[in-house]
């Protein structure tokens, strides 16, 4: 199994700023993907993050919006940019192994 | 493309009710379909999965079939506990599997004694 830590667990930002999410996976990993989880709703997948090449955006997910980096196999960060309270949600991290996804604890990300 | 209905929730059950959470899936190919549960204050963990047709998954007391004619992978236990009461996960591969996974909303199980 992989465990993964992701931080801060939780953080409360000022409209108009960016905070930075950062995961680390304690093996290799190819493939990192990025969620958001807003209240009361189902993950959304924002991004695959795979090392050595441009994040995956979905549809609805931009660069500009969500820069991540991935810069090794067991580090990966997102960047949630020119925040509004729409952008208040858990961010999840979470890494493929032994056929199933495994997740970080989440970034709780309040927008004032 | 792929996607996954849940029942909606909250269930609310007494202790050693059968649990019945719907999950039905539209899905090209042939995905891989988990159960996924949330307790609160922690994170997603998986519950259970099954890779092919007919498969069962299990776990905890807690199973899902794979129905293909169905296409459904509801989640079902005999007696459920109080520890139980977290937020269930139905989800499945957008392609085969090995891939990200599209997740339902969410049923919120909530179980007194």
């Known amino acids: 199994s992989a465990v993964i830590s992701q931080k801060p667990s939780r953080d409360i930002c000022q409209r108009g700023t960016s905070l930075t999410i950062q995961c680390q996976v304690d093996s290799q990993v190819t493939m990192m993907f990025w969620y958001r989880q807003q209240p009361g709703q189902s993950l959304t997948l924002i991004a695959t993050a795979n090392q050595g090449s441009e994040a995956t955006y979905e549809s609805g997910f931009v660069i500009d919006k969500f820069p991540i980096s991935r810069p090794n196999l067991t580090f990966s960060t997102l960047t949630v940019s020119n925040m509004s309270p729409e952008d208040s949600s858990i961010y999840l991290c979470?890494?493929?192994?032994?056929?199933?996804?495994?997740f970080g604890s989440g970034t709780q990300l309040s927008v004032l | 493309g792929n996607s996954v209905t849940q029942m909606e929730g909250p269930v609310t059950l007494s202790e050693e009710a059968f649990l019945t959470i719907n999950c039905t899936y539209t899905?090209?190919?042939?995905?891989?379909l988990f159960w996924y549960v949330q307790y609160p204050g922690e994170g997603l963990q998986l519950l259970l999965k099954?890779?092919?047709?007919?498969d069962k998954g299990s776990n905890k007391g807690f199973e899902a079939t794979y129905r293909k004619e169905t296409t459904s992978f509801h989640l079902e236990k005999g007696s459920v506990q109080v520890s139980d009461s977290a937020v269930y996960f139905c989800a499945l591969t957008r392609y085969q599997a090995g891939t990200a996974l599209i997740f339902g909303k969410g049923t919120t199980l909530s179980v007194s004694s």
């Open positions: 099954a890779t092919k047709a007919d």
């Open positions: 979470s890494v493929e192994g032994a056929g199933k996804l495994f």
């Open positions: 899905a090209t190919g042939y995905p891989s």
